[in-house]
C-alpha cells in the first residue's frame, strides 16, 4: 500500500537518536517497502524503526501480507473461473456456429463451382 509519510523528519530523528557505539551494539528493525534495486540505486522507503534484542530477533509473521495476497489470490481465482464460464456458456458456442455456417457457405460455393466446370 501507498504509504504517505509525512513524518520522514521525525523518522530519520528517531533513527539518529538510535545510533549506537561500536562496544555497546543496539539493534534496531527497520519497517519498510518496497525493493533494492542496486541498476538504479532505489532505496527501500523505511516507515518504523523499533528497538530489538540482538540481530536475529525474528521479524514476526506479515498476517497483513499473508491477507492481502491470499484475497487477491482469490480474486484472481474467481474472475478465471467466471471468464472460463462466461467463455464455455457465450462464445465458444457462437463460434462453432459461425464454422459451421462458413463450412457450409464454402461447400455450397464448391457445389456451384465444381457444376460450372462441368458445364
Not at 1 to 14: G, I, S
Not at 21 to 31: E, F, I, L, S
Not at 32 to 55: C, K, T
Request: a positive charge; aromatic letters at 14%; zero cysteines.
Amino acid at each position: 500500500p501507498p504509504y504517505f509519510k509525512f513524518d520522514t523528519t521525525n523518522l530519520q530523528a528517531e533513527a539518529s537518536d538510535l545510533k549506537s557505539a561500536a562496544g555497546t551494539p543496539q539493534y534496531v528493525a527497520v519497517k519498510h517497502y518496497g525493493w533494492r534495486n542496486e541498476f538504479l540505486s532505489i532505496f527501500p522507503n523505511a516507515v518504523s524503526v523499533r528497538v530489538v534484542d540482538g540481530p536475529d530477533a525474528s521479524k514476526g509473521i506479515p498476517f497483513l501480507n499473508i491477507i492481502i495476497l491470499t484475497l487477491f489470490a482469490a480474486l484472481v481465482y474467481a474472475i478465471w473461473v467466471r471468464w472460463r464460464r462466461f467463455k464455455r456458456a457465450r462464445i465458444d458456442p457462437t463460434l462453432e456456429r459461425l464454422e459451421d455456417d462458413i463450412a457450409e457457405k464454402q461447400g455450397r460455393f464448391a457445389r456451384w463451382r465444381a457444376g460450372r466446370k462441368t458445364k
